[in-house]
């Protein structure tokens, strides 16, 4: 992957319809593998020092990555699929492994959680309105 690319905070990622994010995070939980058509998908639960939010591994990357597992991700996308606003490889982003067990993280806020709504100025970005949950609806509060 590229080194001079710039890292995002999981605080300052917004919905969009781009492959624009680059960050790096832990993975805190991983949910059960599922079909969707004819690809494996898995549901994660990601963070860093500053927020978490809902990830989707994809194929071979459902079986490539575990919990405590420190992952970077290049041209990701944060949207929607099925209702749900998930932060994912998409087609031209790209997700490696690049260690294990030790990055500060936190699990709230969860942008997964937070309900987006147009920009009144530019109707091409979001802007937070309101905080669904102050935690993972579907990944419990660690303890």
Sequence with gaps: MQQETTLQLLKNIVPAAQNNISTKFIVLDKGTVSLEGHQKTCLALVADETAAVHFQFWG????????????????????????????????????????????????????????????????????????????????????
């Excluded at 490539?64 to 597992?69: K, Q, R, V």
């Excluded at 998409?90 to 067990?101: I, L, S």
């Excluded at 309900?115 to 935690?135: G, M």
Aim: proline fraction near 6%.
């Design 60 to 143: 071979d990357e459902c079986d490539a990555f575990e919990g405590g597992d420190i992952l970077i991700l290049v041209n990701g996308i944060f949207s929607y699929s099925r209702n749900n606003l998930l932060l994912r490889t998409g087609k031209r982003g790209k997700v490696e492994k690049v260690g294990e067990f030790t990055i500060a993280y936190v699990e709230t806020p969860n942008m997964s959680e937070i309900q987006w709504v147009p920009c009144p100025n530019d109707q091409k970005r979001y802007i937070q309105q309101t905080v669904v949950s102050s935690h993972s609806r579907l990944f419990p509060p660690l303890r």
